[in-house]
């Protein structure tokens, strides 16, 4: 049988709309446009932190919903790649099993059907994972009981308040051990501008006020501000000077690299964690694309570890 005979066409035509693609234009259905790289993205906020985050080295399960179909497998099986922990796929729903020590837990979905009764069917695996961090791309209200049910197990919480919304829910603050978000979130959620060091200073204690642990604001080449638990003054932790290629994703990468510490080296100082996932999210800049430009342990400086 010859490779076309085994293609059917259909297959052909999902790809070319799932590709991300470098191109000057998206291409048509079926179109190549020649000359140029294309890649097929498994994306979502909380599918790349968890790819990260996995890739540095921490036992790490994603709990999400993905549909029964092409895409869903292929969403599926990239984890799997990853060795991330997919577990028993029940219907339309993959939740996770996680055993190991150090586990962290990721709660996000390709779609915002995600819901209560999931989450129930995740608890054994939450309450056994060191960190469980969450962001706004599921319904906000499953995010909530997420992070709720984590604190109620002692698992410590990252927020990212991504994608941000304005009124968010003041229960947000209070279930975040560490609330991290970029500079348009910060300002979205403040309502004042954040566009340089100084106001992100100010930005995080606004944050902390309402009621989480600690913040970060990540601030692109200008690395992030820490404001730390119960301490008065933020920190500015900066990055290190790289040629950027591609910034796409860099949040994640950082964020993801932020939950690997929390789970691995949990008494490492939080300005430590973030002078560390700088250098990780300053890697994967230095590389075209989201998921594969972010590093893995042995690509990384053993100090990083
Ligand atoms: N140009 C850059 N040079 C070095 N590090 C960068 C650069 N851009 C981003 N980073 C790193 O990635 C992190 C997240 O970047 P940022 O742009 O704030 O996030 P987002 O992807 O959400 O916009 C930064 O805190 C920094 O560590
Ligand atoms: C912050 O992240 C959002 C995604 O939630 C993105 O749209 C935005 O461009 C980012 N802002 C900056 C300043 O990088």
Redo the contacts with the bound molecule.
Sequence with gaps: MTQSQKTPKAALIILVILCLSQAPRLPKAGETIHGHKFFIGFGG?GANQCIQAARLGVQTAMICKVGKDFFGNNYIQNFKDNEVLTGKKEEFCVTCQTAGENAIVIVAGANMLLGKEELQKALPAIRRAKVLLCQLEINPQTSLLALQMAREHKVKTIFNP???ISDLDLNFYTCSDVFC?????AELLTGCSVADVEDAHRAAQELRKRGCSAVII?L?SQGCVVLKAQESKSIHVPATAVTAVD?TG??DSFIGALAFYMADQPSMPLEEMARRANQVAGVSVQAVGTQTSFPSKQNLPAELF
């Excluded at 978000?181 to 979130?185: T, V």
């Design positions: 906020k991504a994608p941000a978000c970029n500079e348009s979130e990540t692109g910034t860099a949040g």
